[in-house]
């Protein structure tokens, strides 16, 4: 990453005992941190704790935290109720060689709450949903593609590992993205079995779909493309992917591991469109380690032990964790609808306010998202997909984000952001003044 002397130096000036842990942990962690997502030139900030919507780093720096550990802490940090569960369950045991209540009770809510859940199994993050969503959708339709879109991140398991973030000047036509490995040594075979649609372009995606209908066993897309830039589906691209997935026998699976926040039953039940099978993670462990991933009933079925016939395999020593099923039933049970009015309230208010700001200073920024959900784009062109994303001055995001960390917020280095809970209207007037004075510093 690339960053202006200036915040560089403000930078490092005020966090050197970061420097001194990112320092010493490169001699035993390959680049110091174990999270690609987590590393950032210079070198990242060591946290030391977090309370609510704010982390304090070890040089006992303040920052407002408007990532939320990429948007899974939707209550704060060290929020009581999450902590009051952990510690009762902890009193009585880390792990079991079997189910727990809890594990059952946030089965419950979240069949409750999600349109397409009759049935749902839990993983240890969203990665392993992913994959097992995907294992599940070729074995009930007996085919080997799957269709994703360009820019959609699911996890770091292969069958996925397609154009994740690929540069420009790989990506190919617009109306027929190139397959594009995220990482040396994906093999072709697995390249040549996905087919990578264009987000939000319903013409040239129903084409390409239609061209492969009967070798794909399913689609998956998230509904908000979240490490592409936040940017939603448009109601008319998910509803092309329902009729076309229908028609065709084609299994669709949301990812919904970063937009569940979106609405009570997940951005599905926002659009008004059902999948047949969902993914999930990050809010629905608390903070713990978590994924799911469930649908229709037929296709749970493979992984049922206790009938008769031919089952799908998944093993886990730590899926269902006591800890974090806690943690989630503890979470969901205060999502309530007014918890969600005030977070896409407050979502709506950074991104307006964001808006009128570029506009005042003249200044080339999009904001966009849903929900609790938004992303900064240093770009004066609308941003519907990932080539718009993509095509941002890497070295004025960089920018951006190291200032603004100087001025005492915490964004994704891609500038990507949500609200929590434990944020309110003080905190998004600390966040506008903070943007203010890094652009007016940068590029006026």
């Known amino acids: 990453m690339r960053t202006s002397d200036g915040e560089r130096t403000r930078y490092e000036a005020a966090t050197p005992r970061s420097r001194a842990v990112h320092q010493e942990a490169i001699r035993y962690i390959p680049g110091g941190e174990t999270r690609t997502s ?12 977090g309370d609510g919507c704010r982390v304090w780093d070890v040089d006992g720096t303040a920052r407002l935290d408007f990532f939320s550990n990429f948007t899974t802490l939707v209550l704060g940090h060290n929020h009581p109720a999450v902590t009051t569960a952990l510690q009762e369950q902890l009193a009585n045991g880390t792990s079991f060689f079997g189910g727990t209540e809890h594990q059952a009770k946030l089965a419950q809510l979240l069949c409750d709450r999600v349109p397409s859940l009759e049935q749902v199994r839990f993983t240890n993050s969203g990665t392993e949903a992913t994959l097992n969503a995907v294992r599940a959708a070729k074995a009930f339709t007996g085919r080997a593609k799957i269709a994703k879109c360009e ?3 699911h996890g770091t398991h292969e069958a996925l ?3 994740t973030t690929p540069q420009l000047a790989q990506v190919g036509r617009a109306d027929r993205p190139a397959n594009v490995p995220a990482d ?15 987000f939000n372009d319903v013409a040239a995606a129903r084409r390409l779909l239609m061209e492969h209908h009967g070798e794909l066993a399913a689609v998956i897309v998230e509904p908000v493309l979240g490490n592409g830039g936040m940017i939603p589906a448009t109601g008319e691209f998910l509803a092309m992917l329902r009729q076309v997935t229908s028609e065709h026998g084609i299994l ?5 591991v970063v937009t569940f926040q979106v609405a009570r039953g997940g951005a599905q039940e926002h659009y008004g469109v059902t999948p047949d099978m969902t993914t999930l993670g990050k809010i629905i462990g608390g903070g713990m380690p978590v994924g799911a991933f469930g649908g229709r009933r ?11 016939g031919v089952h ?3 093993a886990g020593t730590f899926n269902g964790h006591p800890l974090a099923m806690a943690a989630g039933v503890a979470v969901l049970e205060r999502l309530t609808p007014e918890v969600y009015r005030r977070l896409h309230a407050l979502g709506d208010e950074v991104r307006r306010r964001v808006s009128g700001l570029a506009r005042e200073l003249e200044v080339p920024l999009q904001v966009t998202g849903m929900g609790s959900l938004f992303a900064l784009h240093l770009t004066d062109r609308p941003v519907c997909n990932y080539r718009d994303s ?10 951006v984000f190291l200032g603004l960390l100087n001025e005492g917020i915490f964004l994704s280095p891609k500038l990507l952001g949500c609200v929590c809970t434990a944020i309110g209207e003080a905190e998004v007037d600390q966040f506008v003044s903070a943007l203010r004075n890094v652009l007016v510093r940068n590029f006026q």
């Open 312 to 314: 799908l395999g998944h």
């Open 38 to 49: 987590t590393f950032w030139a210079p070198y990242p900030l060591t946290i030391a704790r």
């Open 151 to 153: 820019g959609g991140y």
């Open 298 to 308: 037929d296709v749970m079925a493979l992984y049922d032990q206790s009938s008769d």
């Open 390 to 399: 993509a095509a941002v001055d890497a070295e004025s995001r960089d920018r």
């Open 184 to 198: 040396q040594g994906l093999p072709q075979s697995v390249v040549d079995n996905v087919v990578v649609l264009p």
């Open 161 to 163: 590992a397609v154009s």
């Open 252 to 256: 669709l699976v949301f990812d919904e």
